[in-house]
C-alpha cells in the first residue's frame, strides 16, 4: 500500500505565510512527478503546481509568484511554499504522486487535503 499524507494548514490571516507539506509512504519504489491540488467550496479541484523528479515546475497562473514548489527525494516528500496568501487561496489542498510500487506497479495516488482558511 501507498499513502500520501498532507501537513501544514490552517487558519492564517491575509498577507500571511504557509508551508505546506506532503510526504508519500510504503511499498514505493521510485516517487515520478508529484503535484498539489486544490478544491475551494462550490468549485472543482483544480491544479495549482506540479513537479517532476528532477525538479522541473509548472504553476497555475493564478499562483505564480506566490506559490513554490519544491521536493527531497529521499524523504518522498515535496512542500508548498506560500506567500502573501489572499481569501481566495481558501480550499483544501490535495497532493497526488506518480508512483511505481515495490511490485512494479504505476499508479496515481492522493493524499486526503488538508484545508488551508485564509481570513481576518
Known amino acids: 500500500q501507498v499513502q500520501l499524507v498532507e501537513s501544514g494548514g490552517g487558519l492564517v490571516q491575509p498577507g500571511e505565510s504557509l508551508k505546506l507539506s506532503c510526504t508519500a509512504s510504503?511499498?514505493?519504489?521510485?516517487?515520478?512527478?508529484m503535484a498539489w491540488y486544490r478544491q475551494a467550496p462550490g468549485k472543482q479541484r483544480e491544479m495549482v503546481a506540479s513537479i517532476t523528479r528532477s525538479r522541473s515546475t509548472n504553476y497555475a497562473d493564478s499562483v505564480k509568484g506566490r506559490f513554490t514548489i519544491s521536493r527531497d527525494n529521499a524523504k518522498n516528500t515535496i512542500y508548498l511554499q506560500i506567500d502573501s496568501l489572499k481569501p481566495e487561496d481558501t480550499a483544501v489542498y490535495y497532493c497526488t504522486g506518480r508512483i511505481l510500487t515495490n511490485t512494479y506497479k504505476s499508479g496515481d495516488y492522493w493524499g486526503q487535503g488538508t484545508q488551508v482558511t485564509v481570513s481576518s
Open positions: 510504503g511499498d514505493i519504489f521510485t516517487v515520478y512527478g
